[in-house]
């Protein structure tokens, strides 16, 4: 398997698809389970919740509390790891509707064993002071080439925490916004740090498209979410299964070559279907 950079690198690529807290429809979102569907239904990336537990092992959940995933409602960091996975996972996106499963909270340790060499990883720390560890974990597990760090790079002090942390050999990649009257300050910024890729918000479509050719020459990927969640705004996995091509498809010719969805298989079809 390639490197995550060079991969993403590629321009003879189809667009890659992220599996939002693992392909999560058939099993618990965040668990190994979960990364071991991203990887059969074919997805490019998976990405998973980082935190820390209270003794200090990083974990894998996305919310604050265990009570949408477990119906416990506690903390989640309040937990030693031992206690944590003792405590069986709800099925899919839990909900007290859901039905417990034989999964349990995976260590990123474990995570890391499963997808190195397998799928490529975008670890969201729901604590960024956690960058320097989780990048020492990823690079002690040899798993470093098949993981990216991210964290918002919006003005200088963002450009310069970003500098100091030590993420040594673990792609990083930005978070930011593009508008049509912010864009040039927007690029010199990220010019300075040269993320191979972005997870980007923007304003207007052909705010993108527009300046496809400086982003090519920056060599910096376009990473969009089209997650059924606010921050999407029109761009939503719910509208592309009525019209693909007016979600998926625009944003592909847009020059967007990353897509996080809660709907891999569904967007592995549609590529497929693109390409003849």
């Known amino acids: 398997m390639t490197h995550y950079v060079d991969y993403i690198a590629d ?23 979960a990364i071991e569907r991203a990887i059969a239904v074919g ?14 092992e990083l974990f894998i959940m996305h919310d604050d509390t265990l009570l949408r995933m477990a119906g416990i409602d506690r903390d989640a960091e309040t937990f030693t790891i ?8 709800r099925e899919d996106d839990g909900g007290e509707h859901r039905a417990t499963t034989d999964q349990r909270i995976p260590t990123l ?15 969201d720390l729901k604590d960024r002071d956690l960058f320097s560890e989780v990048a020492a974990c990823a690079r002690d597990m040899g798993a470093a080439p098949y993981v990216d760090l991210k964290t918002s790079v919006m003005t ?6 970003v500098r100091a942390q030590t993420i040594h050999g673990v792609p990083f990649m930005a978070m930011t916004d593009f508008t049509a009257s912010g864009f040039d300050t927007t690029m010199a910024l990220l010019g300075e740090i040269q993320p191979f890729m972005c997870e980007i918000h923007f304003d207007h479509l052909d705010t993108i498209s527009a300046n ?25 996995d719910d509208k592309a299964l009525i019209d693909p091509d007016s979600i ?9 070559s990353v897509f996080q969805t809660d709907r891999p298989e569904e967007l592995k079809a549609y590529l497929a279907e693109r390409r003849t």
């Open 109 to 123: 340790k474990q995570a890391l064993e499963i997808i190195r060499g397998r799928i490529f990883a975008d670890l």
């Open 82 to 89: 031992a206690e944590l996975q003792a405590i069986a996972l």
């Open 43 to 56: 997805a490019n990336i998976v990405e998973l919740d980082i935190r820390k537990s209270a003794d200090g």
């Open 212 to 236: 496809r050719q400086r982003f090519l020459g920056a060599k910096m990927a376009l990473w969009v979410n089209t997650l059924d969640q606010v921050g999407s705004g029109e761009w939503r």
């Open 248 to 256: 998926w498809g625009r944003l592909m010719d847009a020059g967007i």
């Open 156 to 161: 200088r002090e963002d450009l310069n925490w």
């Open 11 to 33: 321009r003879n690529r189809d667009p890659a698809i992220v599996a939002h807290r693992g392909a999560w429809r058939g099993a618990p979102e965040n668990s190994l389970a």
